[in-house]
């Protein structure tokens, strides 16, 4: 090839430039340099005048490249590209040479400041000289959306993406939507009723002909890439028809029952159940492990009961698959269980719960019908909170939740709704509660009657039996004799979702929760483009920061997948010469985008050039100089630390 | 060795310390003019190889400046980079290149002083070995 002609274009930047670089000596310099088309100098070509000025002569002239010696690239990179293109020149052939920022506003001594420039201008030239174009690329994509999980995250970025006109198919692993809200009584601290919440968002995820719901069921695969994904699942029998409306007449006459997870294991559901009344989907299910048609075929009840003819004992399991360009998940969180600190006595001693199980027995929709009560049937007439059961411990969870001390002050007020009289203390260190309604709220709580009692040693607290009474002794704080303990437990990573994360193939933090694509830039990304972790899964947070991530998560996918758009990919990718190639794969661990694949077939490492962001890193790693960057190959580096070093 | 004016050369990622320059650059904290840059995406780009060559092609001292660790622009890059240079630094006084001549450093985009104060040091620590010349295997240093 013949060598490039590229016009220089210095530029004055009023005073700034010019002032402190001699840029007549610069522009002697290159005068008679092999390769210049032309030099040029100009008052300031960022203006209208300088733009145009630069379009003309590039129309005119018609150089093989530009180097612009002005402002940092990151300035004016974008505006001397586009000013390029509209004169027919490709982007990759506009070069920045940043000689005010690196050079005139650094270098006091006029000199050596002019010959810092000549240096900077001769990198670009000898790298622009080897710049090959670069097209701008897109893909055509997907503008579906899966959501996997049906809590409170789930449902709400469902109904965003689907009434923006998307296709949204939520996956859920329990028999109906609601996720940890729905089994919660009041939402502090405004105390708002939880299922009325999220009633109308139910019925909403219901009657939206956008949304599918596939409940009972679970994700076993997750293929492809943004704005192209393929999601495997498998959806467990459940052996009664999309017709049952949830009437709840085979409840009735079911003869079996067993302790539910729906209630934490603190009440029973029969063999055929719901989750409440009103659940999405309506439709019951039927327990096959404990269900007497299918452990000694003596029973089937149901079926004469049932008014709509739903029952269906042939039902299997069903293998589906759904495309998206987005997945969004909302797995949602855990309880931490306390029963790692023998101390608290949690599963040893009657009457010690935790939080989530003592607003279970306050819920309307919970085992006892919404009463608080002793293992002996009798109302509590005093209760202890202890605040971060296994938090900040190495055997719980090892962080702070932020948001328990908010329900564990909520106990208070729900114990004295039900329970006229009861005492509640609650004993802490230290407390942290979120703005000012929260710190609101325990004010409140304090002038209503609970009593707060810090102590100086969270990890010695111990409950011991004392009679039918249980005694709470913490350092610092005299000890309390009271009918039930409650312990306040923080939030930790659901059981699955490290099996979700390796399905998905994007990486979970120490603590087992969702690590964001940029902890500050994009928080609601995984580590994968084009997954998204909303709602706990990725954190512990309360009700409103679920559905603000939830919305940040269909907003960002929203705005990414535009039908009728396709997507702007990476130009600058990295590259992979297959004749080079031995197949170690040393790219493959080092990428950080998962963007390289391994072709066994091949014995080739492959770039997939639509999830590579170019960093670069595969190319220094690679030891056979395979792998490349585009842009920024070994050789225009070479070509620029020349410039830089020879001047 | 008074009048001795090193060429340094200084690897940058573009999203930090590229930033952090160019920041130097706009609240005009002036730093040697010895110390030039060239820009990559990110700190996990620059080979090893890239550093001997600028030693080969006449530099006296390099840096490779990125993101402070748990900042990179593409997650991990800097991590990568600094498992590679580990070793690098390692290797450099066996080549008989004494260490102070080659820095890896993290440089934030905000850190503007933090730059002009990496760079005139550079510069300072490059101007006292003096000119760089292939010595030999140095015993002091490759412990
Ligand atoms: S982008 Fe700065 S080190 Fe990776």
Same mark, same amino acid.
């Given at each position: 090839m013949n060598q490039k002609k590229i016009a220089l274009f210095l530029c004055r930047c009023g005073a700034n430039i010019a002032g402190a670089v001699d840029l007549d000596t610069v522009a002697a310099r290159f005068k008679d340099k092999s390769g210049i088309a032309l030099i040029a100098t100009h008052d300031l070509l960022c203006s209208p005048a300088g733009k145009k000025f630069v379009e003309e002569t590039i129309a005119g002239k018609k150089p093989d490249g530009i180097v612009i010696a002005a402002c940092s690239p990151k300035m004016h990179e974008k505006t001397f590209r586009d000013v390029a293109g509209r004169a027919g020149m490709n982007l990759a052939q506009v070069t920045m040479a940043n000689i005010r920022e690196q050079g005139a506003w650094v270098t006091p001594d006029k000199n050596e400041a002019t010959q810092k420039a000549i240096a900077l201008i001769s990198a670009a030239l000898g790298r622009g000289a080897l710049h090959e174009n670069l097209e701008a690329r897109s893909m055509e994509c997907n503008t579906d959306v899966v959501v996997i999980g049906g809590g409170v995250a789930g449902i709400e970025a469902a109904l965003m993406a689907a009434n923006a006109g998307r296709k949204v198919t939520i996956i859920e692993k329990d028999i109906s939507l609601g996720g940890a809200v729905i089994k919660t009584e009041e939402v502090g601290p405004s105390m708002e009723c939880a299922p009325c919440l999220l009633a109308p968002r139910l019925a909403a995820v219901r009657d939206n002909p956008n949304i599918r719901v596939v409940s009972n069921a679970e994700v076993t695969d997750v293929l492809g890439f943004f704005g192209n994904f393929t999601v495997r699942v498998k959806k467990a029998a459940r052996y009664v028809k999309d017709s049952c409306i949830g009437c709840e007449a085979c409840f009735e006459v079911c003869p079996v029952s067993a302790p539910n997870a729906f209630h934490l294991g603190l009440g029973a559901k029969k063999a055929i159940y719901t989750q409440? @009344?009103?659940? /999405?989907?309506a439709a019951a299910v039927i327990n096959r492990a404990i269900c007497k048609h299918f452990t &000694?075929?003596?029973? &089937?009840a149901c079926v004469a009961a049932c008014p709509f003819g739903? !029952? &269906?004992?042939?039902d299997g399991d069903e293998s589906l698959e759904f495309t998206a360009g987005a997945v969004i998940v909302a797995t949602g969180f855990a309880n931490v269980n306390p029963?790692? !600190? @023998?101390?608290?006595?949690?599963?040893?001693?009657?009457? /010690?719960?935790t939080m989530p199980e003592f607003e279970r027995m306050a819920s309307s929709n919970g085992p006892l019908s919404g009463e608080i009560k002793l293992k002996n049937g009798t109302a509590p007439a005093s209760i202890a909170v202890v605040h971060c059961a296994a938090s900040l411990s190495e055997h719980g969870a090892a962080y702070c939740s932020g948001v328990c001390c908010m329900t564990a002050v909520k106990a208070g007020e729900l114990a004295r709704k039900k329970i006229p009289g009861v005492t509640v203390v609650n004993i802490h260190d230290r407390l942290v509660f979120e703005g000012p309604a929260a710190q609101e709220f325990y004010r409140e709580q304090q002038s209503k009657g609970t009593i707060f009692c810090k102590t100086s &040693?969270?990890?010695h607290v111990a409950v011991t039996r004392a009679g039918d009474k249980l005694a709470v002794s913490a350092p610092g704080t005299a000890p309390v004799t009271v009918d039930m303990v409650v312990l306040s437990t923080g939030m930790g990573p659901s059981p699955g979702s490290n099996v979700m994360a390796d399905i998905l193939d994007a990486d979970c933090d120490a603590a087992g929760f969702f690590k964001p694509d940029h902890a500050i830039l994009h928080p609601t990304g995984s580590t994968i483009d084009g997954i998204y972790a909303a709602g706990s899964c990725a954190s512990p947070c309360d009700v409103p920061t679920a559905i603000t991530r939830a919305q940040a998560a269909a907003g960002d996918a929203l705005a990414k997948l535009v039908p009728g758009r396709k997507i702007e990919l990476e130009i600058m990718t990295g590259a992979i010469d297959e004749d080079k190639c031995a197949g170690c794969r040393l790219c493959i661990a080092v990428c950080p985008y998962k963007a390289i694949t391994y072709d066994a077939q091949k014995n080739k490492s492959i770039v997939n050039e639509i999830i590579c962001r170019g960093c670069g890193t595969c190319a220094a790693t690679c030891p056979g100089g395979a792998a490349g960057a585009k842009h920024f190959t070994n050789a225009q580096i070479y070509a620029e630390l020349g410039g830089v070093i020879h001047g | 060795m008074d009048n001795f004016n090193p060429v340094i050369v200084a690897f940058v990622c573009n999203w930090c310390s590229y930033s952090g320059a160019d920041k130097a650059g706009g609240q005009k904290l002036d730093y040697p003019a010895n110390v030039k840059l060239i820009r990559v995406m990110c700190s996990g780009r620059v080979d090893p190889q890239f550093v001997m060559q600028a030693f080969r092609e006449g530099a006296d001292g390099v840096m490779v400046l990125g993101c402070h660790p748990g900042d990179c622009h593409y997650r991990s890059g800097n991590i990568k980079t600094l498992r590679r240079f580990a070793l690098f630094e390692k290797m450099l006084a066996q080549l008989?290149?004494?260490?102070?001549r080659f820095k890896l450093d993290w440089v934030a985009a905000g850190e503007s002083k933090r730059f002009q104060e990496v760079a005139t040091q550079m510069t300072e620590t490059v101007k006292k070995l003096g000119s760089l010349s292939i010595r030999g295997y140095v015993e002091s240093e490759a412990a």
């Open positions: 409440f @009344p009103g659940s /999405v989907p &000694d075929g003596s029973c &089937d739903a !029952i &269906d004992f042939n029963s790692s !600190i @023998p101390a608290l006595g949690y599963g040893t001693l009657e009457n /010690v719960v &040693d969270l990890a | 008989g290149i004494e260490s102070g």
